[in-house]
Structures are given as C-alpha cells and as structure tokens.
C-alpha cells in the first residue's frame, strides 16, 4: 500500500503535467491563430504556373517573382489563360511596345478584357464608372464621335455634348491633379486603342480576387471623403458594423451569382450595387439599382427609377420585409427633397446677385464660390448619401448642419454685396 505522501506526490506531478500541457496547448493554438491571420491569402490555393514553363511565366519568374505568383493563384490562369492572351497584340496596335521579339500592351485595355467579358463590358460601359467619371474632370472636347455618343446614352451623360472640364481641375493643374483627381477618376478615361476604362482600378492585377474586388475596402479608394464619403458612412451604418464585426466569417469566394444571405448576413457595397444576391442578377453598372442622381446639385429621379427601384429593393428584401422597405423609401425619397430644398435657398440667394453682376465671371476666385460649391458639392451630397445608406452622424453633422452654416454665411455675403452695390 503506498504511503499518503507519495499519492499526494504522484498526484500533484499530475496536476503541474496537466497545467503544462494546456498552456502548451495554448501557446500553440495562439501562434496557429496569429500565423493564419498574418499568412498570405493565397495559402491553399493551386497554382497554376507551379510547373509553367511558357516562357513568359520563365522570364518573369525571375524579374517580377510578385506578379508571376499572383497570377498563378488567380481563377484566370487556372481557366488556362495566358500572359500572351492579354498582353500580346499586332505590331500596329494603338500602345503597342516591342518586347523579346513580340509586341505587347504594358497594361490591357478594356478591349482585350470585352474578349471575355463581353457582358461585364457591356453594362460597365453604361455606367458612371464608365466615361461620366472621365468627363467630369477632362470635359468632353477630346472625346470622338463614337465616344461622345457612348457618353450621351449613359444616364450620368446628362445629354450635355459640351460638358466643360471641371473647373478645379485646371485650377490645381497637372502635377497635383495627376494624384488626385486623375487617381480615381480615370477609371472612365479612353485608352489609345479607343476602349473606355481600366478594369484594373477596381479588379487589382495579377491575382483578380473575388475577395479584393467585394469587399468595401476596394471601394474605398475613391468613394471617401467630404464630397462622397460612402466609405465612412457605410462603417458607421448597421450594415458596415456587422461587417466589421463578422465579415470575416463570410463566404468571399462564392460563385458569382449564387450569393445569398448565408453567405453574406449583411450587404457590402458590392452586395447592393453590383453582385448577384439572391434572385438580383449580377452587374456592373453602378447606378442600375439607384432612383436618384445623388451627385446632381438638385437630385432629380433617373430615367428608370421605377425599374431599378425593384432591383435594388429585391436584394433588400432577401433580410426586410415590404412595410420596412416601402417606408423607409418613402421616407429617404422625402429626405432628399428636403435637402434639395436647402441647395434652392443656396441658389435664390446667389441668383440677384448673378442679375446684378455682382460676381467675377472667374471660377473660384472668391469666398463665396467656395461657399456656395461646398454648399451642395459637399455638404447636400453627403447628406443625401447618409441618408441612404443610413449613416445619421453624415446626413446631420457632417450634411444638413454645414448646410445651414453655410446658408447663413452666403445670406450675410449676398447682403453685403447688394447693401455695396446699392449704398
């Protein structure tokens, strides 16, 4: 029979075995943790090009190891397309450079990507993203007769065949505009070949992740921001705060076309405007979901609201019921109104004093031009967008509110000016 002593031994060496074994255990399943959350994205996946021996991928695999990794994990090189596919084209083709005895386009147009995507094209070029986003900036004076009619049949066009370039644009001129209004606006801009975009602004080379191009951050980029922060407002929504709380739980890599609420419980910016969700199909024209011209100083119904009112409405109601969708509707639609309201004070102030020649023909060059853009360039967009996408501290403090400062400084301007004019 052994003695107490040792039993009370034996089984407090148990016990420190044990304690150590669950820290271990621990510890390992923390590093485990930590190291998938820092590992690449790509880990798992196939690559394509493992065994390549194209002699693109050969060359490269030296002087670009980057790329060549990334594309062998996108769903393209395992569909077995080729650098030269995208890449190679007639010695005469518009951009074309001699390259190891070929020629190539240093980045693919959209036409070499309408080979495939026929439909995708399609609808991108229909929508602001499309030659609206350019025009904005550059006016339409450099477009051909083929892309000013492309133009004037997207909705965004507004039918305006001499639309000048923005103002603020020539004002900062190139050496800052090149990193500022150009970096995100040229996802509409022509290429040499006559095509229209960058598919690349939204879809990043090499890898084409399904995951990179839905998630909000993709978006980010360029939709930020007083004069269209969606991007701010969609994180402070309900919606961006399920995502920041569970997306990573999310089935990123689903089959376009198949998304539903079991893959996503709450919508992304993709979700909304542009995936296939639930009984929703696929798009990628941006504004083929949306009633109102949000960015327009006075927001006006698009051409086919009614019609793309439903779409987007069908992929609400994969989570809400019709009452929640209907008023809450109708109480945006009012909304909007109400903010429209504040951008025509903004005008019937400025207006008498436009009568009276009271302000340079010059753009900004005076307080009160600045006053009166940021009015409803920045303060009344930003609120209507709020609206929206439900984001409450964007549509009162960071919208109506400037808005109304702002009223109160262009009424004491437009009073003073006048009482000048007329002592």
């Known amino acids: 029979m ?10 407090k060496l148990l016990i420190i075995g044990l304690v150590v074994l669950i820290v271990v255990l621990g510890f390992a399943l923390v590093v485990l943790a930590i190291g998938k959350a820092g590992a690449p994205s790509n880990i798992g996946k196939v690559n394509a090009l493992a065994e390549s021996q194209d002699e693109c991928v ?24 080729k650098c030269v596919d995208c890449h190679e084209v007639a010695a005469d083709y518009p951009g074309a450079v001699e390259h190891e005895g070929v020629n190539v386009l240093q980045s693919p147009t959209v036409a070499m990507c309408q080979k495939c995507h026929e439909d995708e094209v399609a609808q991108y070029l229909h929508s602001r993203h499309a030659l609206p986003a350019y025009v904005s900036y550059a006016g339409s004076d450099g477009l051909t007769a083929e892309q000013l009619d492309e133009y004037q049949a997207i909705p965004e066009g507004d039918f305006d065949p001499q639309k000048a370039r923005n103002a603020i644009y020539a004002l900062e001129g190139p050496e800052i505009t090149r990193f500022a209004c150009e970096s995100c ?8 070949d006559g ?3 960058q598919c690349q602004k939204c879809h990043l080379r090499h890898e084409f992740s399904l995951t990179q191009a839905r998630k909000p951050e993709t978006c980010n980029n360029c939709h ?15 919606h961006g705060i399920a995502y920041s709380t569970m997306g990573d739980t999310w089935n990123w890599e689903a089959d376009p076309g198949t998304l539903g609420v079991d893959d996503f419980p709450a919508p992304t910016c993709a979700i909304c405007h542009m995936s296939g969700f639930g009984r ?6 941006v504004g083929d979901r949306l009633t109102w011209f949000l960015t327009a100083q006075v927001s006006m119904r698009r051409p086919s609201w009614e019609a793309n009112m439903k779409k987007m409405q069908s992929v609400c109601r994969e989570c809400h019921n019709e009452n929640f969708i209907a008023e809450f509707y109708q109480a945006a639609d ?39 853009f940021e009015n ?3 303060w009344g967009r930003t609120a209507k967008f709020g609206v929206w996408m439900q984001g409450a501290d964007y549509t009162q403090w960071h919208g109506a509110y400037e808005m109304l400062s702002d009223l109160a400084d262009l009424n004491q301007i437009g009073d003073e000016k006048l009482n000048t004019a007329n002592p």
Request: glycine share 4%; charged share 25%; with cysteine.
């Open 2 to 11: 052994k003695k107490a002593s040792n039993v009370f031994n034996e089984n």
């Open 58 to 81: 050969v060359c490269h695999r030296k002087d670009t190891p980057g790329i060549v990794d990334q594309y062998g994990h996108s769903s393209m090189a395992a569909a077995d397309v």
């Open 185 to 192: 606006h040229d996802i509409g801009k022509p290429s040499v």
């Open 195 to 197: 095509s229209t975009g």
């Open 224 to 238: 930020i921001g007083p004069d269209h922060p969606q991007w701010e407002i969609y994180f402070e929504s309900s």
């Open 280 to 285: 929703t199909p696929t798009s990628h024209d």
């Open 334 to 372: 009012d909304a909007t109104e109400a903010v429209n309201s504040l951008v025509r004070q903004a005008d019937e102030i400025i207006q008498p004093l436009k009568d009276k020649n009271l302000l340079t023909s010059a753009p900004f060059d005076e307080p009160v031009d600045f006053v009166y």
């Open 376 to 378: 409803w360039h920045h």
